[in-house]
């Protein structure tokens, strides 16, 4: 079966970054695009962009343009989330999330990390 | 961006009721639509894809329907297990979600 398993919770001074894991199994890694996305606390849900596995291309959300990176170890078959120059405004849980399909019409985020909790605080 | 409006924001039922929640689209997304169900604590869960189609394992009174920019997410008869938030999310462009609707017991 499909399974995203994240990192651990995480506390961040303003300013620094984080980098979160998401270790996938039960599937072929390369084929599927995996989102990365974020819920604030007692907010909705935020997308902040994807990785195809395959190319390590990526495309973020226009909010998060030169503050977040998308990377991927296929031989782990590990995708990584890393978010800069942190204010209190970024703490949130952070999700990974597997799409529907084997392409990159219609983006669907279908199966999901269960999600790690980023708190920034001075 | 596209953006996305649920309505009511909550509402509260009880069990049996039928429930129908409203989703619009700022343009034309064509049937470009999912619907998600998250419980607190938890990662939201895939309902339905492309407005109308039902994932696998997902009880069949759960429905969707519409195309283009309004959209409905229906319970037939709600179930105590349904108490939840449910999040529209458009997959034509970029994908945004809705604000969410929280479905409570009366």
């Known amino acids: 079966q499909v399974q995203l398993v994240q990192s651990g919770a995480e506390v961040k001074k303003p300013g620094a970054s984080v980098k979160v894991s998401c270790k996938t199994s039960g599937y072929i890694f390369n084929i599927f695009y995996l989102h990365w996305l974020r819920q604030a606390p007692g907010q909705g849900l935020e997308w902040m962009g994807w990785?195809?596995?395959?190319?390590?291309?990526?495309y973020y959300a226009q909010k998060f343009h030169g503050r977040v990176s998308l990377t991927r170890d296929t031989s782990l078959t590990t995708a990584y989330m890393e978010l800069s120059s942190l204010t209190s405004d970024d703490t949130a849980i952070y999700y990974c999330?597997?799409?529907?399909?084997?392409?990159?019409?219609?983006?669907?985020?279908?199966?999901w990390g269960q999600g790690s909790l980023v708190t920034v605080s001075s | 961006d596209i953006q996305m409006t649920q309505s009511p924001s909550s509402l509260s039922a009880s069990v049996g009721d039928r429930v129908t929640i409203t989703c619009r689209a700022s343009?034309?997304?064509?049937?470009?639509l999912n619907w998600y169900q998250q419980k607190p604590g938890e990662a939201p869960k895939l309902l339905i894809n492309?407005?109308?189609n039902l994932q696998s394992g997902v009880p069949s009174r759960f429905s969707g329907s519409g195309s283009g920019t309004d959209f409905t997410l229906t319970i037939s008869s709600l179930q105590p297990e349904d108490f939840a938030s449910y999040y529209c999310q458009q997959s034509y462009r970029t994908p945004t979600f809705g604000p969410g609707t929280k479905v409570d017991i009366k």
């Open positions: 343009q034309n997304i064509n049937d470009n």
């Open positions: 999330a597997r799409d529907l399909r084997d392409s990159s019409i219609s983006p669907t985020p279908a199966f």
């Open positions: 492309s407005a109308s």
């Open positions: 990785i195809n596995p395959y190319s390590g291309s990526t």
